[in-house]
């Protein structure tokens, strides 16, 4: 399995960047992927996830009402939408998939099977 992350970059608070994630190496169907961020020294941050079959996000309250998740199934690619970027906001960004993941899991890095290199995203104020 491939992940590759993409969109990253240097944007101004109050601006808006959208996050790719092409996925690739097998089929996804009951697979949950999500996006994560982190921060260097801190722990990795759930930002948002959604199922392969199933379009209901969960989102992070720190990015609820600013930030929408969805993919695109025919194109294997998952996408993060992010309005009204905040200098707290700045990070790496990860994606990730993984299967059989419950609901109360879904914020734990360690419940996901494969993970991207990382695409990083600076607000600057």
């Known amino acids: 399995v491939q992940l590759q992350a993409s969109g990253g970059g240097l944007v101004q608070a109050g601006g808006s960047l959208r996050l790719s994630c092409a996925a690739s190496g097998r089929t996804f169907s009951g697979y949950t992927l999500a996006w994560f961020r982190q921060v260097t020294g801190k722990e990795r941050e759930f930002v948002a996830g959604?199922?392969?079959?199933?379009?209901?996000?969960f989102c992070a309250s720190s990015v609820k009402g600013r930030f929408t998740i969805s993919r695109d199934n025919a194109k294997s690619t998952l996408y993060l939408q992010m309005n009204s970027l905040q200098p707290e906001d700045t990070a790496v960004y990860y994606c990730t998939v993984g299967s059989r993941i419950i609901l109360s899991n879904l914020g734990v890095p360690s419940s996901y099977d494969y993970w991207g290199q990382g695409t990083e995203v600076t607000v600057s104020s």
């Open positions: 959604i199922r392969w079959t199933n379009s209901n996000p």
